[in-house]
């Protein structure tokens, strides 16, 4: 590696992994990458020491090469709750996002306010659900008085790793930004600073002020880290948005182990029914975003059970048409919303001679729909004029083809999607790196890096579209009637 050139660092700190992603200052290029596990989990009880996150991070740096950067970034798996007490040391293990055992403080607080969600979605944008960091404190509060009664500072997953590089995890001050506070169910996009009396729902006792951490700018500097400026980091989705160059009419949809769609968007959103998240962006606007728990992770189960790789899938269900397979629920491992807190999986329209690809098809059929229905509610909160196709099932020609079949709007990839470039959430963390490296707005370093780059693939519609979705639709409002 070259030692003229100028760098920057992203890390995109998952549930699963850490990415390192080391790129060229000046034209966005990726240099060099490391990644390292981070231990499994298995919900309902989803939990990781924070430890483990930055062991991850110095494996993956150093399988980057260990550069010198001018900046550096983390991007993390949004919500979770890190708890530290005075001394800042960790209380006891971060729960994550898709633990779910803060589902019955979801439900309690959501009852706390007398319009129940639609007094939530106006307060913050969003209605707590289990992954939401407000809940988590509640099931603390509730199940560990111990660990409570030591609880001093609360942070997000990326508001730890920023720390750690920072030394906030000896003195100073802790921060966070507005993408991923937007997350946490006491902090409100639309006024932009924390709600405090729906953190006394929790505990009307306790100093919240001194608890959360400050909020910082969108293109400040919170420290350093061997002589590299530490930007304020964000949230995982907030950093895709980044990543790909999102402009105000694009919704993403994201096909990872489980799924999302989301835009920016120039005014909050606040959805009563709890289905679309109002989340703030990490640049100064706004991110609506529905999520789902099934999308690969759907198609992988029925692949297994067919006995084929993900090539021998990809055959089954290309050579299938639209419209000939029975109609598939992929709620495998139940939804995040609370109409949905235990569905399981459905298949409806079965018959004696199905066939190894139509049932194949149903499963990406009904990812794809629930996708779909995940748009429709997102484009009524924001416009949405266009889709981008993103994460590893964007890859998958058998999701593009059936995207492409059921969707009405102009369907593109970007190039991480047809294996060229980097990865989104990592390359966001590297936009903010590289703002704060040149004292210039994110947008600026978009442009330049050319992160706003599609492959159009589609976005044709088929005739039998309306049928299939309208089987799905049907089927969804039987068995789920208030969803």
């Known amino acids: 590696m ?28 990726v240099v060099a990458s490391g990644r390292a596990a981070h231990p499994p989990t298995t919900p309902p009880r989803s939990e990781q020491d924070p430890h483990t996150w930055w062991q991850a991070f110095e494996t993956a740096w150093g399988a980057a090469g260990a550069p010198l950067v001018e900046a550096i970034s983390v991007a993390g798996q949004q ?38 969600g639609a007094d939530w979605a106006a307060a913050v944008g969003s209605v707590p659900v289990a992954a939401f960091t407000a809940t988590k404190l509640s099931w603390l509060h509730r199940s560990e008085p111990e660990s409570w009664r030591r609880l001093a500072h609360v942070l997000l997953p990326h508001d730890w790793l920023t720390a750690r590089l920072t030394g906030g995890l000896t003195s100073g001050q802790l921060v966070t930004d507005r993408g991923d506070a937007s997350g946490t169910g006491y902090w409100s996009p639309a006024a932009g600073e924390y709600r405090w009396d729906l953190l006394a729902l929790i505990d009307s006792e306790l100093d919240w002020a001194a608890v959360v951490p400050r909020v910082a700018g969108p293109t400040e500097v919170v ?18 948005a980044l990543g790909l160059g999102l402009g105000v009419g694009e919704a993403v949809v994201s096909l990872g182990t489980s799924g999302t769609a989301y835009t920016v968007a120039d005014r909050p959103s606040a959805d009563p029914t709890g289905a679309v998240a109002g989340f703030a962006d990490a640049t100064g606007r706004f991110l609506p975003l529905v999520c789902t728990l099934n999308a690969t992770k759907a198609t992988d189960a029925v692949a297994r059970l067919l006995g084929v790789d993900h090539a021998g899938f990809e055959r089954l269900v ?65 416009p949405v004029a266009s889709v981008v196709l993103t994460g590893g099932g964007a890859r998958s020609a058998a999701y593009r083809q059936v995207f492409t079949e059921l969707c009405d709007l102009p369907i593109s990839v970007t190039p991480a999607a047809t294996g060229a470039g980097g990865e989104a959430v990592a390359a966001g963390a590297c936009v903010q790196a590289a703002a704060v490296a040149e004292g210039v707005g994110h947008a600026d370093i978009v442009a330049r890096w050319g992160l706003g780059e599609r492959e159009h693939v589609g976005g044709v519609e088929t005739p039998l579209a309306g049928v299939v979705r309208d089987r799905y639709r049907k089927l969804r409002l039987a068995l789920h009637p208030l969803s």
Not at 320 to 342: C, I, N, V
Request: aromatic share 4%.
């Open 223 to 240: 420290g350093t880290w061997n002589g590299a400026k530490v930007a304020c980091g964000t949230g995982d989705n907030m950093a895709a």
């Open 79 to 116: 919500h979770g709750m890190v708890a530290l007490d005075a001394d800042r040391a960790v209380v006891r293990p971060a729960k994550l996002w898709n633990d779910t055992e803060s589902a019955p403080d979801a439900g309690w607080l959501v009852k706390q306010l007398p319009g129940r």
């Open 318 to 382: 290309l050579d299938e048409p639209a419209g000939s397979a029975p109609t598939m629920l992929a709620y495998f491992d139940g939804e995040r919303t609370p109409d949905l807190p235990t569905a399981t999986g459905v298949l409806s329209g079965i018959r004696s001679d199905v066939t190894r690809g139509q049932f194949a098809r149903s499963a990406v059929e009904g990812v794809v729909c629930g996708l779909l229905d995940a748009l429709d509610a997102l484009a009524r909160h924001a």
């Open 2 to 29: 070259s030692n003229h050139r100028r760098l920057v660092a992203g890390v995109d700190s998952s549930t699963q992994s850490t990415l390192v992603e080391i790129r060229d200052l000046e034209t966005g290029v």
